[in-house]
């Protein structure tokens, strides 16, 4: 569906358009997310999260690396570890080099949990099919560029 149907406005500009169409995308396809993960009992925070721990594992994690690595700058990382924590996902600890640090590990129910969400989300993932490979490398270079003018901002 083209966005001026979808949302049956006028834009001012191309430019317009496009900043529209960036915003209902993403927030289509975070709804899509959602919907799985609500029935998983997870939020896409907690998922963003324990990916994380899991590209570091078995290595252990501090607080700060994941909060570097976040998609969701806004996230209260220590609330949402001791949510996994409490779920059985995670693993805290002292840090032996750093008492003032907590080193994080993510457990086999993790593991086990990232897998069932990982099939879960692979008909969302298909929908991408629709693009060549050249056309996903395009997409994802022209979503760096735009996102790479950061600094024009401040």
Not at 31 to 38: C, L, M, P, V, W
Not at 60 to 79: C, F, G, H, N
Request: aromatic fraction near 8%.
């Amino acid at each position: 569906m083209k966005i001026d149907d979808a949302i049956q406005s006028k834009f001012r500009s191309e430019k317009h358009r496009v900043a529209v169409n960036l915003i209902y995308t993403t927030n289509w396809y975070m709804g899509q997310i959602e919907t799985i993960f609500k029935a998983q009992d997870i939020t896409h925070q907690q998922f963003n999260i324990l990916r994380i721990i899991r590209g570091a594992h078995p290595k252990p994690v501090t607080v700060k690396y994941i909060r570097e690595r976040m998609l969701d700058k806004m996230s209260d990382v220590s609330r949402i570890v001791e949510k996994l924590r409490e779920k059985g996902c995670l693993e805290r600890k002292e840090c032996a080099d750093d008492r003032r640090n907590v080193d994080i590990t993510i457990t086999e129910k993790g593991l086990e949990n990232l897998q069932v969400l990982d099939k879960l989300i692979e008909p969302l993932e298909a929908l991408f099919d629709i693009f060549s490979p050249l056309e996903l490398t395009m997409f994802n270079e022209l979503l760096d560029k735009f996102r790479g003018q950061e600094e024009n901002l401040a």
